[in-house]
C-alpha cells in the first residue's frame, strides 16, 4: 500500500468536495477500497473518513416507502424490521453477500459502488482497459468464468458483483445524489450503474463531486419476494448468477413480474420486457421459456463463462417454480 494522508470530513458539503480531487477518496466502511490500495489498484494521495457527516438513518418516507441512509451499514439494512417485513428481497440479498464482518463496516452508499472483482483489473501486472485505459483487456481471451454475457463491449466483460443492487432494481429504488454546491439529485437504480461501453472505467454515473446520500424504496407492493444466488460454493461467493423477483400470481395468471439478475453484466439486468412478457400468462414452462428468451437473445459467452447462459435459463425458471408454487 503507498502512503497517504488521512483526515475526516465533517459535512456532507466537505465529503463532495473531496471526492472532486482526483487525488483524494472518500472512505467509508473500506471494506472493498483497501483491498484495493493493498493491491494498488487504487493509489489516493488522501484519504478522508466521511463517517461523521449523517446519512446513516433508516426511515419511513412520506409516501409509504422507506429511506435507507448511505452511511447505513449493510446489517443494519438488513435487519431492519421493515426491510425484513416488506422488503425481504432486499434483506436476503445482502444476507447472501457477504459475511457478517464485512456487512457489520460495509455501507449500503459504498455496496452501490463496489467495483468489479475481474483478476485482470485486481491485478496491477496484468493488461484492463477498467484500470489501465487502452492496455487491453486480458479476460476476454483469458480468464472468464466469472464474467458478463449480456452488454458487453470490445473493451471490457466484467461483471458488476454486488447483491444487494439487483435486489434495488427489481424494488425499482432510487438513489438520491448530492453534490458539494448544494444540489440534489435522484436516480434510479437501474440507471445508476454504466455499461462498459468505450469508457469501462466509468462503473456509474456519479459525476466528480457527487455523493450517495441514502437509497429509497417506493411504498411495498404484494407478491411473493425471492432472491436466488448461484454461485461456486455454498459459503460466501460472488454471484454465477442472480435473480432478484417479486412475483405476483392471481387468478392462475402472472399479475406481477419484476425481475432483475447479477452475475450476467456490468450492471444489475432489468429489461422491463421480460416481466411484461410474463403478465397475463399462467405459470408454465412455456411462458418461462419466452422469459428467458427474452432475457437471453443477445448473450454471449467468452469460453469459460459459456456456461452462464444455460444456468441463467435455469436459474429464471427456478425463481418462477417457487414463485407459482408460493401461489398456489
Ligand atoms: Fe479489465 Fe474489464 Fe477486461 Fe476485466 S474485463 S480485464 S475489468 S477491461
Redesign the pocket.
Known amino acids: 500500500m503507498r502512503p497517504f494522508a488521512y483526515d475526516k470530513a465533517r459535512s456532507i458539503e466537505e465529503a463532495a468536495s473531496i471526492v472532486s480531487d482526483e487525488n483524494a477518496m472518500a472512505i467509508a466502511g473500506g471494506t472493498n477500497l483497501l483491498d484495493l490500495m493493498k493491491l494498488q489498484v487504487e493509489t489516493p494521495e488522501r484519504l478522508s473518513d466521511i463517517n461523521r457527516i449523517g446519512f446513516g438513518e433508516i426511515e419511513n418516507t412520506a409516501d409509504g416507502g422507506l429511506s435507507l441512509g448511505a452511511l447505513a451499514t449493510n446489517t443494519e439494512t438488513a435487519v431492519h424490521p421493515r426491510v425484513r417485513a416488506d422488503y425481504p428481497v432486499l434483506s436476503r440479498a445482502i444476507l447472501a453477500g457477504a459475511t457478517q464482518q464485512l456487512r457489520n463496516k460495509a455501507t449500503n452508499g459504498g455496496n452501490l459502488c463496489q467495483r ?1 472483482r ?4 485486481t491485478n496491477i501486472d ?6 489501465e485505459p487502452g492496455s ?5 481471451d483469458g480468464i ?1 468464468k466469472l ?1 458478463a454475457i449480456l452488454g458487453t463491449s470490445e ?4 461483471t458488476y458483483p454486488g447483491d444487494m443492487a439487483v435486489a434495488l432494481s427489481a424494488l425499482d429504488a432510487q438513489v438520491q445524489i448530492a453534490s458539494a454546491d448544494g444540489a440534489k439529485r435522484t436516480v434510479p437504480v437501474r440507471d445508476f450503474h454504466c455499461l ?1 461501453g468505450d469508457t ?1 472505467w466509468r462503473e456509474n454515473v456519479l459525476d466528480d463531486g457527487e455523493i450517495i446520500t441514502a437509497i429509497t424504496l417506493p411504498p411495498p407492493v404484494k407478491g411473493t419476494q425471492i432472491y436466488r444466488k448461484v454461485r461456486e460454493r455454498s459459503s460466501y461467493a460472488f454471484a454465477l448468477v442472480s435473480v432478484a423477483a417479486i412475483v405476483e400470481i392471481e387468478d392462475g395468471l402472472f399479475s406481477r413480474a419484476d425481475l432483475a439478475f447479477g452475475g450476467l453484466a456490468h450492471k444489475p439486468w432489468h429489461d422491463p420486457r421480460i416481466g411484461e412478457a410474463l403478465i397475463g400468462q399462467p405459470p408454465t414452462r412455456e411462458a418461462f421459456d419466452a422469459a428467458a428468451d427474452i432475457l437471453l437473445a443477445d448473450a454471449r459467452g467468452f469460453g469459460e463463462n459459456d456456461f452462464k447462459i444455460p444456468l441463467a435459463r435455469r436459474t429464471l425458471h427456478a425463481v418462477l417454480v417457487h414463485a407459482a408454487e408460493e401461489a398456489a
Do not use: D, L, M, S
Open positions: 468489479t475481474c483478476f485482470y483489473f496484468q493488461p484492463c482497459n477498467k484500470r487491453g483487456c486480458g479476460a476476454i472468464a464474467h473493451q471490457c466483460i466484467a462498459p469501462p
